[in-house]
Every structure is written in C-alpha cells, then in structure tokens.
C-alpha cells in the first residue's frame, strides 16, 4: 500500500521536466481504507493534529468515527483506530485491548500514513448471541 501511495507522490517530483502538459501537478491520492479487501470508499478532509507524542488522524466528519492515533515514532507505533460502521458492525484496533498490540503497524513516508492490521468488533445482529468479528484492514492517508 505505501508503493502505491509513494508512486502517485514520486510522479510529482517527475513533472519538473519540460514533457509534461500544462497545469499544475496532480493532487494527491485522497485517503483511502480498506476493510477486509473491499475499499470503504471514504470521502472527507484529512486532519492530522499533534497530541503530545501521538499524531491524531481523522478523515471526514468526526461522527463517522473514521481515523487513527499513531505515534511519532518511526516506524509510527499504532495506538488506535477506528474504521466506523462496516456491514452494520462498528470495527476498530486499541493496542490497549488484550492480545492486540502488535496487530497493527504502521509506515510514514513525508506525511504519507500507511496503517495495517487486524480490527475487531462485535456483530449484534442477533442480540442473544453476539459475535466476535475481525477483520484485516489497511488505511492509507495524506496528512495536510
């Protein structure tokens, strides 16, 4: 995930030449999450907000829940995140969680967030026997 992030970041740094077409160069990938290989389609501002020695990433409106803590380290440790509701069942990783905190990890290049790991979550479709769910995701974001 981080190559394809990177690929569309290098093509910046190749548009210096005289070959290119006019017009300024392309933005960059918006943010991208992927929960158990089918692309959440995620639309909204990124905001990348510093807490101490975390980086807070969010991705469109704060209600969706949508978005990571990570540290400032590098490689960035992962320290949360949250995908939302997917399928009905709201998913999310905490390395505070029993058994979790190396099911998540993270890459950082310039202010390109590459995040994998496993989220989990409960299926309450059946409130007498809910059930335990996790699902592998990958989370690809711009900071501004």
Same mark, same amino acid.
């Given at each position: /995930? &981080?190559?394809?992030?990177?690929?569309?970041?290098? +093509?910046?740094?190749?548009? =210096? +030449?005289?070959?290119?077409?006019?017009?300024?160069?392309?933005? $960059?990938?918006?943010?991208?999450? @992927?929960?158990?290989?089918?692309?959440?389609? &995620? =639309?909204?501002?990124?905001?990348?907000?510093?807490?101490? %020695?975390? #980086?807070? #990433?969010? #991705?469109?409106?704060?209600?969706?829940?949508?978005?990571?803590?990570?540290?400032?380290?590098?490689?960035?440790?992962?320290?949360?995140?949250?995908?939302?509701?997917?399928?009905? #069942? @709201?998913?999310?990783?905490? %390395?505070?969680? $029993?058994?979790?905190?190396?099911?998540?990890?993270?890459?950082?290049? %310039?202010? &390109?967030?590459?995040?994998?790991?496993?989220?989990? +979550?409960? %299926? /309450?479709?059946?409130?007498?026997?809910?059930?335990?769910?996790?699902?592998?995701?990958? /989370?690809?974001?711009?900071? $501004?």
């Amino acid at each position: /995930m &981080v190559v394809a992030s990177c690929a569309g970041c290098s +093509g910046d740094k190749s548009n =210096t +030449g005289s070959s290119g077409s006019s017009g300024p160069p392309p933005a $960059p990938a918006g943010p991208k999450v @992927v929960v158990d290989g089918q692309d959440q389609h &995620v =639309t909204g501002q990124v905001t990348c907000t510093p807490a101490g %020695d975390n #980086i807070n #990433i969010g #991705i469109g409106d704060a209600a969706a829940g949508i978005g990571a803590v990570v540290s400032n380290a590098n490689p960035p440790i992962v320290h949360a995140v949250g995908l939302g509701s997917v399928n009905g #069942i @709201v998913l999310g990783f905490s %390395d505070a969680a $029993p058994n979790q905190a190396t099911s998540a990890g993270a890459a950082v290049k %310039d202010k &390109v967030y590459a995040i994998k790991g496993t989220a989990s +979550g409960v %299926d /309450m479709s059946n409130p007498q026997q809910p059930q335990s769910v996790t699902k592998p995701f990958e /989370m690809s974001v711009t900071c $501004p």
